[in-house]
């Protein structure tokens, strides 16, 4: 018999207890974390381990389910801020690069691990799955470390958040080709690659057309008469409401659709962002005029209005319009911080098998197999390494010209017998010119002229030379490279879920005693590793060049990422 209400039980002083502790622990380490390496996430994700299943078990399955789903929200909304601290204008001029880098991201990892074919005898459909679990980026490590170091907003974290999520988009198509192929390479067929990602890359460029073409005209036109609004439309509370819808929209319609939640989520970030920019550029600020004095200090004396006030609301801010940062900042920020991502960041450790990891064969593999997935990553940093193929070629055209250069020198050198008559010739004659005297009248003033010309001439031209030499050459810095490099090597919640998907459909192979199989535990030693290593890394080299940030301030000297840190 079904029950017609579910019956309230208060929980137990042990369950309170276990809960509790949970959560101030992981804000715990994560505040001690980021204040010594930036990588609190790195704590979050051990203290899952601890109290999930694959350790101590102090969670039921129920408990670990709820946090696993509530940390998934905290991830929506993690990847929403960062759609929503993207900048439009950075985003299209570094749209090519953004491309290059993921396009590197994907390709590296998936073509170096067919090298399992070797070192664990797998098939070419299982080094396709490892491929496509370790070619995925985990955006909330990305987003979450950028945002703790301050790099979220510059060209570098432009950069690497949009190469994180186009990783992660052909990710999430992976997951549902993986999905798809079953246990053996029988169900594969071209639609099962195609539809997904033709999916996503419809989804995407319809949101943009759609913005483009259809919402940004009518909004212009709201805008253009938003004075006729009712008042209660610029209150925050109706900002809320109005970015809510949005969110909520675009990841119900992607999800509905067949594409990525987490991607309709960055899209809605950048409309809200491109939405504000649309509204401050359609917004003339008013000239500030010259008031009375007696007008000012009678101003406040002025009888206060109930209704406006209350119209207004209690967090109406300084400006007429209500941006989506502040919407986030004043309404979501604080239990996104410190519940949703907490969560987000443990249910990751829930889902790794520590106890079945740790057997000498599958550790020494997977560490293998985790150093060159480490590599195939840090090759997107080559993107950002200043090579100059132009200055290059031009210095070994040079050389190879040296010879040649050379040769027509000598030549040019050694005169020709009509040559030397008609030097000696034009010498006579010169000789014969100075021979003759001239009558000069002496003009001390001339003299005098030219003397102090003489004089003033070295200091004139000592003064005019910085005008005129060529510029200094940029500062050439590894820092950015490196720090974009590094970002990219932390896998997370999507190569968990493909490796753990592969693993159930039985692409990884089938046991009889129930264990995890052998490439599997290889694939999560690698997944693992590279999570805890590029946080750490990145963590170190922020810290160092904060650090040269701080120091150049009296020195003089450059900033350590150049044109990136902008």
Same mark, same amino acid.
């Given at each position: 018999m079904a029950e017609s209400a579910f019956a309230y039980h208060e929980p137990s002083i042990l369950t309170i207890l276990n809960q509790t502790g949970l959560l101030l622990v992981l804000n715990l380490v994560n505040t001690c974390l980021d204040k010594l390496l930036y990588c609190g996430l790195i704590g979050q994700l051990f203290?899952? +381990?601890?109290?999930?299943?694959?350790?101590?078990?102090?969670? %039921?399955?129920d408990m670990e389910t709820v946090i696993q789903q509530l940390g998934y929200l905290g991830l929506i909304m993690l990847v929403y801020e960062g759609g929503l601290s993207t900048s439009l204008s950075s985003l299209r001029a570094n749209m090519y690069l953004s491309l290059a880098v993921a396009c590197t991201g994907i390709v590296m990892p998936m073509a170096l691990s067919f090298i399992l074919m070797e070192l664990v005898s797998a098939t070419p459909l299982q080094a396709f799955a490892a491929g496509a679990a370790l070619s995925a980026t985990s955006l909330g490590t990305t987003f979450t470390i950028l945002s703790t170091t301050e790099l979220i907003t510059t060209r570098l974290g432009t950069v690497t958040t949009s190469a994180a999520m186009l990783d992660d988009v052909v990710g999430l198509v992976m997951v549902q080709i993986i999905s798809n192929l079953g246990g053996s390479g029988d169900s594969f067929s071209a639609v099962t690659v195609i539809r997904p990602l033709?999916?996503?890359?419809?989804? =995407?460029?319809? &949101?943009?057309?759609?913005?483009?073409? #259809? $919402?940004?005209?009518v909004l212009l036109r709201i805008l253009g008469s938003k004075s006729k609004l009712p008042q209660f439309t610029r209150t925050p509370q109706f900002a809320f409401l109005g970015y809510t819808a949005l969110l909520v929209g675009m990841v119900a319609g992607a999800?509905?659709?067949?594409?990525?939640?987490?991607? $309709?989520?960055? /899209?809605?970030?950048?409309i809200a962002s491109w939405f504000d920019s649309l509204v401050h550029s359609t917004t003339i600020e008013p000239q500030p005029e010259i008031e009375d004095p007696s007008v000012r200090q009678a101003a406040p004396q002025s009888t206060p209005d109930p209704a406006r006030d209350s119209a207004r609301g209690s967090f109406q801010p300084v400006h007429e319009h209500v941006t989506g940062t502040y919407v986030y900042e004043h309404y979501y920020h604080g239990p996104v911080t410190r519940i949703l991502i907490p969560m987000f960041f443990a249910s990751i450790g829930f889902a790794i098998p520590i106890t079945e990891m740790f057997e000498g064969s599958i550790v020494w593999r997977g560490f293998v197999y985790a150093i060159l997935m480490t590599f195939s990553k840090m090759?997107?940093?080559?993107? *950002?390494?200043?090579?100059?193929?132009? !200055?290059?070629?031009?210095? /070994?055209?040079? +050389?190879?010209?040296?010879?040649?250069a050379y040769a027509r020198t000598c030549i040019r050198r050694q005169?020709?017998?009509?040559?030397? @008559?008609?030097?000696?010739?034009? =010498? *006579?004659?010169?000789? !014969?010119?100075?021979?003759?005297?001239?009558?000069?009248?002496? %003009?001390?003033?001339?003299?005098?002229?030219?003397? @102090?010309?003489?004089?003033? $001439?070295?200091? +004139?031209?000592?003064? !005019?030379?910085?005008?005129?030499?060529? #510029?200094p050459p940029k500062p050439k810095s590894l820092y950015p490279a490196s720090i974009l490099s590094l970002a990219m090597v932390a896998r997370g919640e999507i190569g968990y879920l493909i490796a753990s998907l592969a693993e159930s459909n039985g692409i990884f192979g089938e046991t009889t005693d129930g264990s995890s199989s052998e490439t599997y535990l290889i &694939?999560?030693?690698? +997944?693992?590793?590279?999570? /805890? &290593?590029?946080?750490?890394?990145?963590?170190? #080299?922020?810290?160092?060049?904060? $650090? *040269?940030?701080?120091?150049?301030?009296?020195? =003089?000297?450059?900033?350590p990422l150049g044109v990136w840190g902008i």
């Open positions: 203290i899952g +381990i601890l109290w999930g299943t694959p350790g101590a078990k102090w969670l %039921d399955r033709f999916v996503s890359l419809g989804f =995407g460029i319809g &949101v943009v057309l759609a913005c483009r073409f #259809l $919402a940004r005209p999800t509905y659709a067949g594409t990525s939640s987490l991607f $309709a989520a960055y /899209l809605a970030g950048v090759c997107t940093g080559l993107w *950002l390494v200043r090579f100059s193929p132009v !200055s290059g070629m031009t210095s /070994l055209v040079r +050389i190879l010209k040296a010879p040649f005169p020709s017998k009509a040559q030397r @008559e008609k030097s000696r010739t034009q =010498g *006579l004659t010169q000789d !014969s010119n100075q021979a003759q005297p001239v009558t000069t009248v002496p %003009d001390s003033n001339k003299d005098s002229e030219t003397s @102090e010309s003489k004089a003033t $001439a070295p200091t +004139i031209q000592s003064g !005019s030379q910085p005008q005129t030499s060529p #510029l &694939v999560v030693w690698a +997944i693992s590793l590279c999570t /805890l &290593v590029g946080p750490i890394c990145v963590g170190t #080299l922020v810290k160092r060049v904060k $650090a *040269l940030q701080k120091g150049r301030d009296g020195a =003089g000297r450059s900033d």
